[in-house]
């Protein structure tokens, strides 16, 4: 038989895309040469989540005082944090396996090998077996790499995936990148009691994010005791001396590269169909095509927007290109950006700078979230939300807080649908919440603020 799209890699990428093509009444088959869900379920954002919502259990626990409740003798056990992890990521497999076979997609366990660009070949331990196919959906992902001067050795220089596989961990880490898996290892490791420096190459902390919130990452380090060095690098390892390019030396448990992945692109056989290549990763077009006409390449593998939910919206998008010959065209900003730090950040859009850089008229609404009732209820006293927008359109959202991973959805909505800020601004928020700082960011755009104490608005 000949399907009508064959996908490689069963990541959040060509899983969604498997999904789409099969409710869509295509003959679609998925190859993947380890477990379904990829980077994302296996070594990646399930995984780690776990563990942060076992880190942060025991922080809260910490601070039950403030509530009025009284703990003694807390402790916590690493090796049991490691095996809820594993265990969650194990049903959350199984489960997936079984929404894939529920959805009529064929699966095969296997390496993939292009044959032509209407063929492959899967091979497997035992077995292998000959795909054809009218379009590929290559969805291979990517991998931890060395960078210059810190060479992986997986025992001193760990990266992701030797950090997830820790049975337990060390006293101190020094971390290498204040990305997302950057800061979100500061919080693991501070929130354990371990001792954590972490340097970043670029001038500032979370370098793709707004100036805003780099500052308040930076504030958030100070208080948990996380030595922070912006612009700074590794000069040299050596054993486990570690010399840092603003001179000092260090001699942590582990080096952690929270830094560095290489797209999968060398797949058997793809050599000889000589696709353009954007750099290390596959390039596409706006339908997330390739130079080759019936190949699309989606997720880490183009390189366009390492996330989860970017790789599985662009699956959907390529499998609706293939159907229905539909411009995937899509607009970047309107996909939100989530890095699990305490508190957590989301963003979403243009941050303020670049909007300056482009020259883009935008109004401006920082709200604290300490002037909410909802975060004093919860006894919280950090974080802000900050509003871009020009008249119709929310042009960039950024918070840090307790929730922002969830608030940040209601402006992207907004955002995606064109709604106006003067349109938001008469949705009624239900109080007290943690969305009433929705709310006010998009009063401070249209009018004032109805809950700004004076004196909190300078903290920003
Ligand atoms: C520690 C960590 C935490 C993260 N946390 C988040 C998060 O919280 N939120 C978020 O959105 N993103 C997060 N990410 C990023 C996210 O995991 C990736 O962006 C996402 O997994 C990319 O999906 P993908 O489908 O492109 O590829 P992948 O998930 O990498 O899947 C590719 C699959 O292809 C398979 N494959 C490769 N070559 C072949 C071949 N020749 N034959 C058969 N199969 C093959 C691989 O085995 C793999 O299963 C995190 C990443 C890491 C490392």
Redesign the pocket.
């Known amino acids: 038989m000949t399907y009508d799209i064959a996908i490689?890699?069963?990541?959040?990428?060509?899983y969604t895309a498997a999904i789409r093509a099969a409710q869509l009444g295509m003959a679609v088959i998925l190859?993947?040469?380890?477990q379904p869900g990829?980077?994302?379920l296996n070594?990646?954002?399930i995984p780690?989540?776990a563990i942060i919502t076992s880190v942060d259990r025991y922080t809260e626990a910490k601070r039950l005082h403030k509530f009025g409740i009284k703990m003694e003798n807390l402790s916590y056990d690493y090796g049991e944090i490691f095996q809820e992890k594993e265990k969650l990521v194990k049903k959350l497999v199984k489960s997936l396996s079984q929404v894939i076979k529920a959805n009529g997609i064929d699966y095969i366990k296997g390496?993939?090998c292009i044959e032509s660009k209407n063929s492959l070949k899967v091979i497997s331990e035992t077995s292998e077996q000959a795909v054809e196919f009218k379009n590929l959906i290559i969805?291979?992902?990517?991998r931890p790499c060395s960078l210059p001067n810190i060479k992986l050795d997986h025992k001193f220089v760990l990266d992701?995936d030797d950090v997830?596989s820790m049975e337990d961990l060390p006293e101190s880490a020094l971390i290498v990148g204040s990305g997302?898996?950057g800061i979100e290892w500061a919080r693991i490791f501070s929130g354990l009691e371990k001792q954590v420096t972490l340097v970043e190459i670029a001038p500032k902390l979370a370098p793709s994010l707004d100036n805003s919130i780099s500052e308040a990452i930076r504030r958030e380090f100070k208080k948990k005791k996380v030595e922070a060095y912006t612009a700074t690098s590794i000069e040299e390892i050596d054993a486990n001396r570690v010399l840092l390019s603003n001179g000092q030396e260090l001699t942590p448990d582990i080096v952690f590269l929270g830094a560095g992945r290489v797209p999968?692109t060398e797949?058997k056989g793809v050599e000889q169909l000589d696709p353009e290549m954007n750099g290390k990763f596959f390039k596409v077009d706006s339908n997330l095509r390739t130079s080759i006409d019936n190949i699309y390449a989606?997720?880490?593998?183009n390189g366009i927007l390492?996330?989860?939910?970017a790789?599985s919206h662009q699956g959907v998008r390529a499998v609706e290109h293939i159907k229905f010959a539909q411009q995937a065209d899509i607009d970047y900003t309107n996909i939100p950006f989530?890095i699990?730090g305490h508190p957590e950040i989301a963003s979403l859009g243009y941050a303020e700078d670049v909007l300056m850089e482009k020259g883009i008229p935008y109004k401006k609404s920082v709200f604290p979230m300490p002037a909410l009732g909802k975060t004093l209820v919860e006894r919280e006293n950090e974080g802000f939300i900050k509003v871009l927008a020009d008249e119709e359109n929310i042009l960039g959202v950024h918070i840090i807080s307790g929730n922002a991973s969830e608030l940040i959805h209601q402006l992207a909505i907004a955002k995606s649908a064109g709604i106006s800020p003067e349109i938001l601004s008469g949705t009624v928020f239900a109080h007290p919440t943690y969305s009433e700082a929705v709310y006010e960011g998009i009063l401070g755009l249209v009018g004032d603020f109805f809950h700004l104490p004076p004196g909190l608005k300078t903290r920003i």
């Not at 190859?31 to 380890?34: A, I, Q, R």
Request: glycine share 20%; net charge negative; proline share 2%.
């Open positions: 490689i890699g069963a990541g959040p990428g060509g190859v993947e040469k380890d990829g980077v994302c070594r990646g954002c780690s989540k390496e993939a969805a291979t992902g990517s992701t997830l997302a898996s999968n797949i989606i997720g880490d593998v390492q996330v989860a939910h790789a989530v699990y």
